[in-house]
Each structure stands twice: as structure tokens, then as C-alpha cells.
């Protein structure tokens, strides 16, 4: 059973930066590793992914150029550096794990994280 556990999320200005970590068990390096986000309100929403092996990268509009995805295999974690922090950007994110390749929609995560919270003050 794959766990995914979040954390590095907190209160920051507009423009400043944090960086997201997700630590995992139970095995995960043959999954795509994705970032979601869900503000109050509204729908949970894809933000990145990354294939197993790090050479796809996948990002929405939103946040590409802001934000980086990246895994480190060997240590089971995974990472969402965001630069450039919005207002806009204030939500809960999950970590998420997927057998597919792509993640970009909800409906394909096989695993989800219990989420971390992010705010931006303007």
C-alpha cells in the first residue's frame, strides 16, 4: 500500500516561495508523481507531474515557469519548488501517485496524500 505524507507548506507573501516535499512508502518508484491543488470552493485541480524515471515533466498553465517538479528515488521523496507565489495560488496540495503516465485529471490518481496548506498573502 503506497502512503504519501506532505509537507512545507505555510504562509507566504506574494512572491516569495516555498517548497512542497512528499514523502513515500509502500513503494513508488514505477509511479507517476503528480501535485493538486483544491481551493475553497472550487475543484480539485492538476498543477504538475513527473513520469517514474524523471524524463516527463508536465505542468498547467498556471503555474509553468513558477513552479518545478522533481523526484528523488532513492530517498522516496518528491518536491514542488513554487517561485513567484500568487494570491491566486492559495490552496490545499496533494501529493498523488498514478500507474498512468499522464496525470492530469483527478481520475487516474491511484493514491492521495492528506494535503498541505498554502497561502498567499498580497
Known amino acids: 500500500q503506497v502512503r504519501l505524507v506532505e509537507s512545507g507548506g505555510g504562509l507566504v507573501q506574494a512572491g516569495g516561495s516555498l517548497r512542497l516535499s512528499c514523502a513515500a512508502s509502500?513503494?513508488?518508484?514505477?509511479?507517476?508523481i503528480g501535485w493538486f491543488r483544491q481551493a475553497p470552493g472550487k475543484e480539485r485541480e492538476f498543477v504538475a507531474s513527473?513520469?517514474?524515471?524523471?524524463?516527463?515533466?508536465y505542468y498547467a498553465e498556471s503555474v509553468s515557469g513558477r513552479f518545478t517538479i522533481s523526484r528523488d528515488n532513492a530517498k522516496n521523496t518528491f518536491y514542488l519548488q513554487m517561485n513567484s507565489l500568487k494570491p491566486e495560488d492559495t490552496a490545499v496540495y496533494y501529493c498523488a501517485a498514478s500507474g498512468a503516465y499522464r496525470m492530469s485529471t483527478p481520475w487516474v490518481v491511484g493514491f492521495w496524500g492528506q494535503g498541505t496548506q498554502v497561502t498567499v498573502s498580497s
Open positions: 513527473i513520469t517514474w524515471n524523471g524524463g516527463g515533466t
Open positions: 509502500g513503494g513508488t518508484s514505477e509511479y507517476t
